[in-house]
């Protein structure tokens, strides 16, 4: 089953707050939907009226925060004025809002196995292929939705680079560190001589 925000009522919402803050404390592996249910404080039988299982909570819970996300980086990409600013807010708004979330924080730092299979091969492609249309819309307003898109790849690639392999020479949350990468290697490529998108 597919879910948006949109879909969701308002008990469906609070289980998902619930599973949020359990992953956030004690990790994906060991949170039930008992421990769901009791964080949420209503019945086990209310959190499958809402989700079927664990793994399609799950999924309705990364829907939800892939459009939390989008609607943070289009947000702060709607008063800039350049591409440049564009995509320096967009990065350094995602990286703040994935290094802020609780549950993929715990993930990363004790839990690394379990998003493995998704940073490699054709997993990884998808994966990027994914964060590449959902801040495509960020940049509609300075590119056509295939160079969009196609900025949006690089964006995700060169972002998930720095956050799981860290640089003791640049700081990808640190925009003046960005802007500078942006400046030297992503509008050279989008914008021609004369400023204009190509």
């Given at each position: 089953m597919d879910f948006t925000?949109?879909?969701?009522?308002?008990?469906?919402a609070q289980i998902l707050d619930a599973a949020s803050t359990c992953i956030g404390r004690v990790g994906l592996a060991k949170t039930t939907l008992d421990d769901v249910a009791r964080e949420a404080r209503c019945a086990r039988a209310t959190v499958y009226r809402c989700f079927a299982n664990k793994q399609q909570l799950l999924a309705a819970l990364v829907v939800r925060e892939a459009d939390a996300l989008r609607a943070a980086v289009v947000a702060a990409a709607q008063p800039t004025a350049t591409l440049a600013d564009a995509v320096t807010a967009v990065v350094t708004t995602s990286v703040d809002f994935l290094g802020t979330n609780a549950p993929l924080t715990f993930v990363c730092a004790h839990e690394p196995e379990l998003l493995l299979p998704y940073l490699a091969f054709e997993r990884?492609?998808?994966?990027?292929?994914?964060?590449?249309?959902?801040?495509a819309p960020a940049f509609l307003r300075f590119l056509t939705a295939s160079e969009a898109t196609r900025l949006g790849e690089w964006i995700a690639r060169i972002t998930l680079s720095y956050l799981f392999s860290p640089?003791?020479?640049f700081d990808i949350a640190d925009a003046q560190h960005v802007r500078a990468l942006v400046d030297d290697f992503v509008?050279?490529?989008?914008?021609?001589?004369?400023g204009v998108s190509r």
């Open positions: 925000a949109d879909d969701l009522s308002p008990k469906a990884e492609d998808a994966v990027l292929r994914t964060a590449a249309v959902l801040v640089s003791e020479h509008v050279p490529g989008f914008v021609d001589s004369e």
